[in-house]
């Protein structure tokens, strides 16, 4: 046959054709040789053998006895062949035995077969032959020759390891493993495309060009250009400082716990959101990741608007599409909106052609930016001194806007301004003119008043001011109050400003910390990096921020930096005024800058939302996941512009900013909350790098974070939270299947194991017991739960809360049958989902089902959270099966729980028991025989909890003697009742005493000569007793009482032998309800032919013994109690949906008689009723009066 052997990957192929290669080069070794008797072992398979053509057709591996065939001159063990699929069972595929093969230049005419292992290239396909007989090779060798092993030619793990050669078929081998790690790609892999390139190596950057850079680049933003003077002129420099200071102290500690984090082993790109959904989850992932995605969409947002804003103001104020917005704000607003769009559409289709031009366009904005931030600081002090270049004009204490002609002369600009009467004309009257204007002289100062003049002091003090009063140099309201009078050319407030206000606007200047981590598979060396280039890059931009603002305090006139867009001095940016050598480079540098962080925003904000898509968590956003054919993610790329859209709209930096921060210090909260999680609960893989973190700096900056929220914006903080917390549930409710091994997990665990040890180890107080549901489901052979509504009872019972465990117990031994075992906790696991039943399964396998549901009952549950009751199926076909462990099983069950001081529920007739979907009313009766803790008033309450048993009302009926008083005891159930505030209509029914009804004694007859027979059965069932020649009997009997009703049995035919004319003529038990038909064992001893005449008079002898019996008195007694309650119950609660009555203890022997007699009490008992809940309490109390 031809045969070619695909290894499982190239590599493996690979080593596997050397090491053939390496075999042919050697000596042959030749049956009865000497040293060279032995076989060779090699390579990834060491069962692997090199014998010569000539050696024995089955050659034995090193002494340990493995069959192999010849494969290029290389034993192959007939075991590695069948995993090949070329053997099955040891025969070859073709049929017949499997002879040794060797290799052969010409190919037999024999049929030629492939195996495909994978899709690499093999080696040419050699042909195999059968191999001429040969001597059989001993295993030990000639005691002059011994078998033995070249140990020169074997590699180190065939001489050193050879102990383990079995692991190295499916565990690795530690060099390769090591080096697997060591080539492991950090980045996220892009959708692979049909045409797609040759993957590029990935770039090696340090800690300079990976993260430090690229920090600083997000980092300084338009906030820093277009903002910070005018917060340090509102705030003053002492509140501005505590302002930047505190916002940097945020980025800071969040530094710190992201990068202990992030140097928890590998983090691919993502930022927070990969690491906060990996540390918290992918509930807190997705929410996280939600906002983080919103943040950066918002963040570009106000890039563009800020763009737009340092390009119509300040370098192309005519361009202006509505008017001078000089004179309306609303007016400078919708131009921004205007351009806005028209720059966000254009950045979206630069960014959908390709990141290249981002990636490139970054370079010139990170030059931009450092460049700016130099031109500043060589201007501050360039005028030290101050400058005259510009100079601002006051009315009065009033800052107004720069006119040509600072005075009040007549016919100059502000004469012009403020004489101008309604009609249009310029009046030459002073006092006709705008009063203030009239009683005030006008007067200018420099805007620049440089370090030198000493004005650092009285800067620090701060002046908020509320929108629509105007910029003035006291604090008097007759000078910034308007008093509904004009206000011309005066310096307007455009939004009422705050302390909190400001930090909200300030914050967006201090994010961008992730960049660094996002890079982190473009990295040297991930684990270094990112901390040091992280905090380096922190560490830089807050002394930056802190040292400018000081310096914009000791240089700058107060008046000037409260103008926020420069009016003034002529529509200038103050930050541009006082660069070297030009304003032109800070307004270029800051325009370019502020389009580059757009585009970058623009770019990574899609990609994100692409990386949640993919993790499947949120399924709404899966249309998102795709990618177009160059792999840019267009259909995010589209949503994200949509979004910034809807910022744009709104038009004011000042107001998308808190949005901003919002969402940001949600994010920063999250990593410090992961941090602390994680160092706090001690998890064995929580091993960072970075070791200088602490769970108390989390919390403090988890700390500030929550709080410069609420500080900022406390509507937009509960907005975000309740966006954050919709997310959760939404992940929660449909399913989060991914399992990350996240923090939360730990938490949980962490949390029940500190309730586990508070919970008291005895059983809980009276007011605090509940069900704790332990169900014991029997299985099909299909190994499915053969009684479902199990589940639904138990969830109706529970509501969906507490504890609830389904456990099923499998005959068989475990090493051979935990197949079966994990495929029954599926099924259960299955059913407790359809019936959406919050709990635990769990399976057993155990050589006796007894011995394995008392081993449940003992050891399930932990700690104090145990159950406590014992769900347990009626055995229906108990009546019809001659082996008594069809009820054994059963009585053991009922012995343990009551053992265990456990309750027991026993629903009979449970496929009539209604489904979650349904809803019944009517009556819930229960029957109150013998008092057994409370728990059947318990019971009915807990199941009208239900939707399903909402609309049914309770019944209580009690039994008294003739020798009770039943009208106290009626009113003393009701007393009891209504302390319990339980709800329900009280019956005492009087069970009269009266003689045995001749019914009653010919039922227990009949039970007990049923017994007879059956225990005659089973003691001559291994002599194979023909069970046919008995139902002859009967059918004879049948002859000679025509009032015997026919039937398949002869245990039947007796017992209607004894039901006298019209009386009980049809019996109301149920023995149909999912009844095992006869096994074909029955069914073929019944139709037998009769054996020798013998045997035939001995069994006819015998069955006559059985209508001889007398019953036993005990049994007569107990079965006129059955069928007297039988009697009231069906009259008083025929139309009842649901029965609850006392479980009759189980016989103490264990004689099969006692318990065969036992089931028929619980039968006649539960007779004629369709629903019966048989409650047996746990020997405790389980409701009480007190509260």
Not at 186 to 208: F, H
């Amino acid at each position: 046959m031809m045969m070619m052997v695909g290894a499982g990957n190239r590599e493996q192929q690979e080593q596997q054709h050397k090491q053939q290669q390496k075999v042919k080069q050697r000596k042959p070794y030749k049956a009865g040789g000497a040293a060279e008797s032995s076989a060779l072992l090699h390579g990834p398979h060491p069962e692997m053998a090199y014998i010569d053509d000539g050696s024995a057709p089955a050659a034995l591996v090193g002494g340990m006895g493995v069959p192999v065939i010849m494969v290029g001159g290389v034993g192959v063990p007939t075991t590695m062949v069948e995993g090949l699929g070329l053997l099955e069972n040891g025969v070859a595929l073709t049929g017949g035995a499997t002879p040794a093969y060797t290799l052969d230049a010409h190919p037999p005419p024999t049929v030629k077969f492939q195996v495909a292992r994978c899709a690499t290239p093999t080696p040419p396909t050699p042909t195999l032959t059968p191999a001429p007989a040969a001597p059989t090779l001993s295993v030990d060798g000639p005691d002059d020759k011994p078998f033995m092993v070249d140990m020169k030619e074997m590699s180190g793990y065939e001489k050193n390891l050879y102990l383990y050669s079995e692991e190295m078929a499916d565990r690795p081998r530690v060099s390769m493993m090591i080096n697997s790690l060591a080539n492991y790609n950090a980045t996220i892999p892009s959708a692979e495309e049909n045409d797609a390139k040759p993957s590029q190596p990935r770039a090696k950057l340090g800690t300079v060009m990976g993260v430090f850079l690229p920090c600083i680049q997000n980092i300084f933003g338009v906030i820093l250009f277009i903002r910070m003077p005018w917060i340090v002129g509102t705030a003053g420099g002492a509140l501005a400082f505590t302002i930047v200071f505190m916002c940097c102290c945020t980025t800071f500690l969040t530094g710190i716990s992201m990068s202990a984090i992030a140097t928890n082993g590998v983090v691919p790109a993502g930022g927070s959101y990969f690491m906060i959904s990996r540390s918290l989850g992918p509930e807190f992932g997705g929410a996280v990741g939600i906002l983080f995605y919103t943040a950066t969409t918002v963040a570009a947002a106000m890039y563009i608007i800020g763009a737009v804003e340092i390009f119509l103001t300040y370098m192309a104020p005519m361009l202006s599409i509505f008017g001078d917005f000089s004179k309306d704000p609303s007016i400078m607003y919708n131009n921004f909106r205007v351009y806005g769009t028209i720059l966000l559409w254009v950045m979206c289709t630069i960014v959908s052609i390709g990141v290249a031009f981002v990636s490139k366009f970054a370079a010139v904005a990170l030059a931009c930016v450092i460049g700016s931030i130099i031109a500043i600081l060589v201007g501050i002090f360039y005028n030290i001194n101050g400058s005259d270049k510009l100079q601002m004009c006051f009315l009065g204490a009033r800052l107004v806007s720069q006119v040509d002609n600072c005075t009040r002369e007549i016919g100059g600009d502000l004469w012009n301004i403020y004489c101008t009467m309604e009609n249009g004309t310029v009046t030459q009257n002073i006092n006709e003119c705008d009063p203030y204007f009239a009683t005030h002289n006008v007067s200018t100062r420099p805007a620049i008043v440089g370090l030198a003049s000493g004005v650092f002091t009285s800067n620090l003090g701060s002046h908020f001011m509320e929108k629509g009063q105007i910029v003035a140099d006291t604090n008097s309201p007759d000078d910034y109050e308007s008093l509904n009078n004009p206000t011309y050319n005066q310096i307007i407030i455009d939004i009422t400003t705050s302390f909190t206000v400001l930090v909200g606007i300030f914050f967006p200047s201090c994010t961008g910390i992730m960049a660094g981590s996002n890079r982190s598979g473009d990295l040297a060396d991930a684990q270094k990096s990112i901390p040091i280039g992280t905090l380096a890059a922190i560490t830089a931009t807050s002394c930056v921020y802190l040292s400018y603002l000081l310096l914009f305090a000791g240089s700058y006139d107060i008046n000037l930096m409260r103008d926020k867009f420069g009016y003034s001095v002529g529509g200038k940016l103050a930050i541009a005024s006082i660069s070297w050598p030009n304003e032109w480079v800070i307004l270029v540098g800051s325009l370019l800058s502020t389009i580059g962080a757009g585009l970058q925003s623009l770019t990574g904000a899609p990609r994100l939302l692409q990386a949640i898509s993919k993790d499947g968590i949120i399924p709404f956003l899966l249309p998102f996941s795709q990618s177009s054919a160059r792999g840019e993610p267009l259909r995010a790329l589209l949503l994200t512009g949509c979004i910034c859209q809807l910022g744009i709209l709104i038009g004011n930096l000042d107001y998308i900013a808190p949005i901003l921060s919002m969402f940001f210090l949600m994010c920063y909260g999250f990593v410090n909350l992961a941090c602390a999680l994680q160092t706090l609960l001690r998890t064995p893989n929580w091993r960072p790098r970075f070791k200088y973190y602490h769970w108390s700096l989390s919390f403090v900056g988890l700390s500030l974070c929550i709080t410069v929220m609420f500080m900022t914006s406390w509507y937009y903080a509960l907005l975000a939270m309740l966006i954050a917390g919709i997310i959760y549930k939404y992940i929660e409710f449909r399913g989060a299947e991914k399992e990350w091994g996240d923090g939360i997990r730990g938490l949980a665990l962490s949390a029940a194991r500190y309730s586990l040890l508070r919970l008291e180890e005895g059983p809980p107080h009276t007011k605090n017991w509940r069900p704790q549901i332990l169900i014991l489901a029997k299985l099909t052979k299909d190994l499915v739960p053969k009684y479902k509504k199990l589940f639904t009872f138990a969830s109706q019972l529970k509501a969906g809360k507490g504890l609830t465990i389904g456990v099923s117990v499998i005959e068989g031994d475990y090493s051979k049958s935990y197949g079966e075992s994990h495929a029954a906790k599926q099924s259960l696991r299955r059913a407790m989902n359809e019936e959406k039943v919050k709990g635990f399964v769990d399976t057993l396998i155990a050589k006796n089902i007894t011995e394995g549901i008392s081993h449940i009952i003992q050891t399930c549950g932990l700690g104090g959270m145990k159950p406590n009751t014992v769900i347990l199926g009626w055995p229906y076909g108990w009546r019809h099966s001659p082996d008594e462990r069809s009820w054994r099983v059963f009585l053991d069950t009922v012995r343990n729980v009551s053992a265990a001081k456990m309750a027991l529920l026993v629903p009979k007739g449970i496929n009539f028991y209604p489904d979650s979907m349904s809803k019944v009313s009517g009556t819930i009766d229960i029957w109150w025989i013998v008092h057994d803790g409370g728990l059947l008033m318990l019971l009915p309450f807990l199941l009208r909890q239900h939707k399903v048993w909402k609309n049914c009302k309770m019944r209580i009926f009690t039994v008294a003697q003739l020798e009770d008083n039943s009208i106290q005891m009626k009113k003393d159930l009701k007393t009891f009742l209504y302390h319990l505030r339980i709800d329900a209509e009280v019956d005492v029914v009087e069970l009269m005493d009266s003689d045995i009804q001749t019914y009653t004694y010919e039922r227990t007859l009949m039970m007990e000569q049923r017994t007879q027979m059956l225990k005659e059965l089973r003691l001559n069932r291994k002599e194979k007793l023909n069970i046919s020649e008995l139902g002859f009997e009967a059918a004879n009997i049948e002859d000679k009482l025509p009032l015997i009703e026919s039937n398949s049995l002869g245990v039947q035919a007796i017992v209607d032998h004894h039901h006298p004319t019209g009386e009980h003529s049809a019996s109301k038990v149920r023995f149909k309800e999912d009844e095992p038909a006869l096994d074909s064992d029955a069914e073929a001893e019944m139709s037998g032919a009769s054996e020798d005449t013998e045997k035939k008079t001995s069994k006819n002898e015998s069955f006559k013994k059985l209508l001889t019996i007398k019953p036993d008195e005990a049994n007569v007694r107990r079965m006129h109690t059955a069928v007297k309650l039988n009697e009231v119950i069906v009259n008083k609660s025929h139309n009842a949906q649901l029965v609850i009555i006392n479980l009759p203890g189980p016989p103490k022997t264990s004689r099969p008689e006692s318990e065969s007699n036992y089931m028929e009490f619980l039968e006649v008992l539960t007779e004629g009723l369709e629903r019966v809940l048989m409650v047996r309490g746990g020997g405790r109390e389980v409701i009480t009066i007190y509260s």
